[in-house]
């Protein structure tokens, strides 16, 4: 079945460090990816996604790039802010499998630190 | 235009009680998701409804838990006789259309703590 890993949190940097946050998944068919933030108290909101391979999301200086070869999503900032401090979660689609359902990945918390 | 409301946004039972989650998707969305969060986890999808159907309730516990989207007026979540492992953040998403554009509207959420 399809599934999506993510790299276990918490992800603790200082301000303008590089992130990165590694997504992989499983999926029996040509999923969509996205990436989704959740801010403290809040529900979650759509930060990036890409539908197809090789295509680049991005939003808010975060980037993510679709590699099928290597079944991987990893999500990026060359600089983050203290208000990127939040849990950002990995999901994918698959028309093939679960076709009305994102599969979720557990979330990574990131804290930035002034 | 008006994100998916959700409320109460806070709500507190004690053990025995009911507890009712109302969610109004947005505009035009006649699509809704309920995801279940516990404290420090991800998000565990509950069910899926469209205007007066369930179409998948297979994260639903078979036991107290029921969910409703009326044709008119907010998709409920209904929880009877509620225990402490209810306590979690419910969430109630919604889209346009079913299928597997993925992108969900979130609402913000209601947390409920049961005593």
Same mark, same amino acid.
């Given at each position: 079945?399809?599934?999506?890993?993510?790299?276990?949190?918490?992800?603790?940097?200082?301000?303008?460090? =590089?992130?990165?946050?590694?997504?992989?998944?499983?999926?029996?068919?040509?999923?969509?990816?996205?990436?989704?933030?959740?801010?403290?108290?809040?529900?979650?909101?759509?930060?990036?996604?890409?539908?197809?391979?090789?295509?680049?999301?991005?939003?808010?200086? =975060?980037?993510?790039?679709?590699?099928?070869?290597?079944?991987? =999503?990893?999500?990026?900032?060359?600089?983050?802010?203290?208000?990127?401090?939040?849990?950002?979660?990995?999901?994918?689609?698959?028309?093939?499998?679960?076709?009305?359902?994102?599969?979720?990945?557990?979330?990574?918390?990131?804290?930035?630190?002034? | 235009?008006?994100?998916v409301?959700q409320?109460?946004?806070?709500?507190?039972?004690?053990?025995?009680?009911?507890?009712?989650?109302?969610?109004?998707?947005?505009?035009?969305?006649?699509?809704?998701?309920?995801?279940?969060?516990?404290?420090?986890?991800?998000?565990?999808?509950?069910?899926?409804?469209?205007?007066?159907? +369930?179409?998948?309730?297979?994260?639903?516990?078979?036991?107290?838990?029921?969910?409703?989207?009326?044709?008119?007026?907010?998709? +409920?979540?209904? +929880?009877?006789?509620?225990?402490?492992?209810?306590?979690?953040?419910?969430?109630c998403?919604?889209?346009?259309?079913?299928?597997?554009?993925?992108?969900?509207?979130?609402g913000e959420?209601?947390?409920?703590?049961?005593?």
């Open positions: 079945g399809n599934s999506v890993t993510q790299m276990e949190g918490p992800v603790t940097l200082s301000e303008e460090a =590089f992130l990165t946050i590694n997504c992989t998944y499983t999926a029996t068919g040509y999923p969509s990816l996205f990436w989704y933030v959740q801010y403290p108290g809040e529900g979650l909101q759509l930060l990036l996604k890409a539908t197809k391979a090789d295509d680049k999301g991005s939003n808010k200086g =975060f980037e993510a790039t679709y590699r099928k070869e290597t079944t991987s =999503f990893h999500l990026e900032k060359g600089s983050v802010q203290v208000s990127d401090s939040a849990v950002y979660f990995c999901a994918l689609s698959d028309p093939v499998d679960s076709n009305y359902q994102l599969i979720w990945g557990a979330g990574t918390k990131l804290i930035i630190k002034p | 235009n008006a994100g409301m409320n109460p946004r806070h709500l507190v039972r004690r053990r025995g009680q009911e507890a009712r989650l109302r969610c109004s998707p947005m505009k035009g969305h006649s699509h809704v998701y309920w995801y279940r969060q516990l404290p420090e986890e991800g998000l565990k999808f509950m069910v899926y409804l469209q205007k007066e159907n +369930i179409i998948d309730e297979s994260g639903m516990p078979k036991e107290r838990f029921s969910a409703e989207f009326p044709k008119e007026g907010p998709s +409920i979540l209904r +929880i009877q006789q509620v225990v402490r492992g209810d306590s979690a953040a419910y969430f998403a919604s889209s346009p259309t079913g299928g597997n554009t993925g992108e969900l509207f979130f959420g209601s947390r409920l703590t049961v005593l």
